[in-house]
Structures are given as structure tokens and as C-alpha cells.
């Protein structure tokens, strides 16, 4: 039994480590557009940036908020607004990617409750890596 209790003390730590608070990747004035009731779905901007003197391949995001979480660029293509999904993007040493409406954003889908002006935690997954914390407040 106690070999259990180890097994899984020693797996909390190993997922706790894969999630950090590192200087990998910092955000500045992330926010979500609030939800109107009823609706689901939102988007997140801001700009994220890369401080490390390497550089950063994001391969996604998530949320324990949200279902899914998918980086969206919105661009005009004959005079109508499309969203493209983007897999991966680099952030070179001391870059940042600028998420705002109209352009790069965060789409998050399928929220899983309402948030009553909590922050809301989105996670960057890192190639080679694991993921890195953020936190999105609520816009007004
Ligand atoms: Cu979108």
C-alpha cells in the first residue's frame, strides 16, 4: 500500500513539474472578452513573449476552463473575415506574439462554467518542454 501512496506521490510531482511557472514564456495583459450568457465560446488576447535566449515552438494550448483552446488568425480574403486555425508558431529569442481582434487570437471553446470575473488559467504547450502557466483576467 505504501508503494501505491510513493507511486503516486512520485507521478503528482512529475505532472506538477511539467507545468511550471517558468521564465519560458510570459504574458502581459492577457484577457478574455466575456461571455454573454448562454454562449460558450470567447477569445483570448494579449501578447505573449518569449524572454529565453532560444527559441520557443509553441504546439497548443488548453484551459481547464474550456473544452478546447485553438490559436486563430483572422485575416480579410475578398472583403470577408476568415478565421484560420495556426498549429505551431515560433517565438524567437526575446519575440512576442501580439494576440488582439482583428488579428492572432485565442479561440476558447466549450466553457465548462461561468467565471464571475475569476482569472481563467491557459496553459502554452512547448515542444520538447511541457507546458507553461498563464493567466487570462476577465475583460470588461
Ligand atoms: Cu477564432
Given at each position: 500500500?505504501?508503494?501505491?501512496?510513493?507511486?503516486?506521490?512520485?507521478?503528482?510531482?512529475?505532472?506538477?513539474?511539467?507545468?511550471?511557472?517558468?521564465?519560458?514564456?510570459?504574458?502581459?495583459?492577457?484577457?478574455?472578452?466575456?461571455?454573454?450568457?448562454?454562449?460558450?465560446?470567447?477569445?483570448?488576447?494579449?501578447?505573449?513573449?518569449?524572454?529565453?535566449?532560444?527559441?520557443?515552438?509553441?504546439?497548443?494550448?488548453?484551459s481547464p476552463a474550456f473544452e478546447r483552446v485553438e490559436l486563430h488568425e483572422t485575416r480579410m480574403e475578398q472583403g470577408i473575415?476568415?478565421?484560420?486555425?495556426?498549429?505551431?508558431?515560433?517565438?524567437?529569442?526575446?519575440?512576442?506574439?501580439?494576440?488582439?481582434?482583428?488579428?492572432?487570437?485565442?479561440?476558447?471553446?466549450?466553457a465548462r462554467q461561468s467565471f464571475d470575473h475569476q482569472p481563467v488559467e491557459i496553459l502554452v504547450e512547448i515542444a520538447g518542454?511541457?507546458?507553461?502557466?498563464?493567466?487570462?483576467?476577465?475583460?470588461?
Amino acid at each position: 500500500m505504501r508503494q501505491v501512496f510513493f507511486a503516486i506521490f512520485t507521478l503528482a510531482a512529475v505532472l506538477a513539474c511539467q507545468v511550471q511557472d517558468s521564465d519560458e514564456l510570459t504574458a502581459s495583459d492577457l484577457w478574455l472578452r466575456p461571455m454573454p450568457p448562454g454562449q460558450s465560446m470567447t477569445a483570448a488576447y494579449g501578447t505573449i513573449y518569449n524572454p529565453g535566449p532560444g527559441v520557443v515552438r509553441i504546439t497548443g494550448f488548453s484551459s481547464p476552463a474550456f473544452e478546447r483552446v485553438e490559436l486563430h488568425e483572422t485575416r480579410m480574403e475578398q472583403g470577408i473575415a476568415r478565421m484560420r486555425r495556426i498549429h505551431s508558431l515560433e517565438l524567437q529569442a526575446r519575440d512576442s506574439v501580439i494576440l488582439e481582434p482583428g488579428g492572432k487570437h485565442l479561440m476558447m471553446i466549450g466553457a465548462r462554467q461561468s467565471f464571475d470575473h475569476q482569472p481563467v488559467e491557459i496553459l502554452v504547450e512547448i515542444a520538447g518542454t511541457g507546458a507553461v502557466k498563464l493567466q487570462a483576467l476577465q475583460g470588461q
